[in-house]
């Protein structure tokens, strides 16, 4: 599984083949959650609130890149939130 990102003790990652709908995984400490790109509902695990707010933001930041590399399986690190 591809680590696309990493931020703030953050990782966010993308399964090669993986099912749609179109999906990243969130691993924060013992936390972990897939969030759907073009809604950003979790749909599977959970998330502190804080954490699953920071992910949105980042999520939101690069949602078109997110979604090209889903299509396309181009996966490439994509710039962490700052």
């Known amino acids: 599984m591809p680590e696309i990102s990493r931020f703030l ?3 966010i990652s993308m399964y090669f083949d993986d ?3 179109p999906h990243f995984h969130v ?3 013992e936390y ?3 969030m759907d790109i073009t809604n950003l ?3 599977v695990g ?3 609130a804080r ?3 920071l992910v949105e933001e980042w999520a939101e930041l690069h949602r078109d890149e997110l979604l090209m ?3 396309t399986k181009d996966f490439h690190r994509v710039q962490p939130l700052v």
């Open 9 to 11: 003790g953050i990782i």
């Open 19 to 21: 099912h749609n709908p």
């Open 27 to 29: 691993q924060y400490n």
């Open 32 to 34: 972990r959650a897939s």
């Open 41 to 43: 509902n979790i749909t």
């Open 46 to 48: 959970s998330l502190p």
């Open 51 to 53: 954490v699953r707010g």
């Open 69 to 71: 590399m889903w299509e």
